[in-house]
């Protein structure tokens, strides 16, 4: 009985210096956790945006401008083009080569627009 008392207390001893270095399931990683990817800053909205329409796209395709600002739409190619809002807020019309369209963004929001003529051509403009 008494070797058995000793080998039960023992087995104890063990089990608390697993626990108390680090070898339990439950131990605390050593190693640093990996660093978090910092959000990225959007850029600025500026009072103003550009868009060049050529190659059947809109480039950028995205614009962002301050609330009040004025996107100016131009045809740089050979084949005529619009920048028409997908709601009400603008529409361009047919714009030939060479021809500019501009419109002011008074209300903050995402406006998405296309061209009415290649409907795979679509663009945003998002207003701050």
């Not at 439950?26 to 050529?54: D, F, M």
């Amino acid at each position: 009985m008494r070797r058995g008392m000793g080998m039960m207390l023992g087995m104890f001893v063990m089990v608390g210096a697993l626990g108390c270095s680090g070898g339990s399931m439950n131990a605390t990683p050593t190693q640093p956790l990996a660093q978090q990817p910092q959000p990225q800053a959007q850029p600025p909205a500026s009072g103003s945006g550009s868009v060049g329409i050529v190659d059947f796209s809109f480039g950028p395709q995205d614009v962002t401008i301050a609330a009040g600002g004025t996107v100016t739409w131009t045809n740089n190619g050979g084949v005529a083009h619009t920048a028409t809002s997908n709601g009400t807020e603008f529409d361009s019309g047919n714009l030939g080569s060479n021809a500019s369209f501009s419109h002011t963004f008074n209300t903050k929001g995402t406006y998405a627009y296309h061209c009415a003529i290649h409907a795979s051509m679509t663009g945003t403009v998002t207003v701050q």
